[in-house]
């Protein structure tokens, strides 16, 4: 006799796996922005890219389904709509010139129409998830094997580790009042002032270390020129943002064991789930040309990779002029297709987004996204 789980239509449990998925608690959405930023903060973004909210239905919002995609297309949009999805997370931002008019001429603005009428957000990360520790150059370099990673071009705090981006020293000797000096910078705005104790030829003197903004930069200087030995032995440093470790753009891979540039064409095709890809050798290379170094670029990576040494560049696409420049010199190329290189990174990305939300929400994957190019 069969058991009446058997019996249940395969239609109806898909049902009532949506309902339990469903039942999942809401979070409001300035809510879940204050937490996609402890995730990834949006400072890692390139200064010329448009990332975060794009697109805001009406307060109160709060969401339920969050849907990811690569691209944010209209096919892709259709199949958001009927999952019942009030987020969306589209890695490429669909908004990115500005919009002079919101209109049903052009599918971009036929989107943000859509988007709002439907009461659905839309947020990219883009560059912010390249630059990220655990983002997308760095899931790229988990097909190649074994290796240690360093970013190509480290990513800066955003803010100074101290208040403003200049630092002025210089010393006070017995013959100056001190206190005079130290209450005329301390009433400046924007100034953090120390002092300490310290020995100049033979002599006993108070060093003074402030650090400024550029605006209050000048009012300091005003101040001190008054004084020509003060202001002639004063020295000013220009401060610089901390690197962060182990974020910024492009990844610069170096394998624990040398292999055969034909097992690495292998190990990426398995990695990003392609029968094909692009290859251009490196004058003077082979297949058989071993490969330790790797510079790699989710995306378009031409600017990123270049004048970087390695044995082979992976991108998802370089212009032709690149590509001869790089094989002058001796590297192989390999060009997968721009999406390509970052798709496969939004399985993990539910996985972490998932552990990092508290399975408070829904969190699903775009079936219908897909790179626009195929091979024919």
Known sequence: MLSSAHLVPTSVQRAQSWICRSSRSFMDLKALLSSLNDFASLSFAESWDN?????????????????????????????????????????????????????????????????????????SPHTAYDAAPQGVNSWLAKGLGTCTTRPIHPSRAPDYPTEGAHRLEFSVNRSQDLDKVMSTLRGVGGVSV????????GEEQTRISLNCTQKTLMQVLAFLSQDRQLYQKTEILSLEKPLLLHTGMGRLCTLDESVSLAIMIERIKTHLKLSHLRLALGVGRTL???VKVVALCAGSGGSVLQG????????????????????SK???????????????????????????????????????????LRVV
């Open 51 to 123: 990332v975060g909210l794009l697109v805001e239905p009406s307060p109160p919002h709060t969401v339920n389904t969050l849907f990811l995609t690569n691209d944010l297309t209209e096919e892709v949009m259709d199949e958001a709509l009927q999952k019942k999805a009030d987020f969306i997370l589209s890695y490429h931002p669909p908004i990115f010139r500005p919009m002079k008019h919101i209109t049903w001429k052009t599918w971009k603005e036929c989107l943000v129409i859509r988007a709002l009428e439907n009461r659905v957000a839309v947020y």
């Open 194 to 201: 120390t002092s300490f104790p310290a020995r100049c030829d």
């Open 288 to 290: 058989e040309s071993q």
């Open 308 to 327: 970087v040494e390695a044995d082979l560049y992976l991108t998802g696409e370089m212009s032709h002029h690149d590509v001869l420049d790089a094989a």
């Open 330 to 372: 001796g590297i192989n190329v390999i060009l997968c297709e721009h999406s390509n290189t970052e798709r496969g990174f939004l399985s993990e990305l539910q996985e972490m987004l998932g552990v990092h939300f508290e399975n408070k929400i829904n969190i699903i994957l775009s079936e219908t996204d897909r790179d626009p």
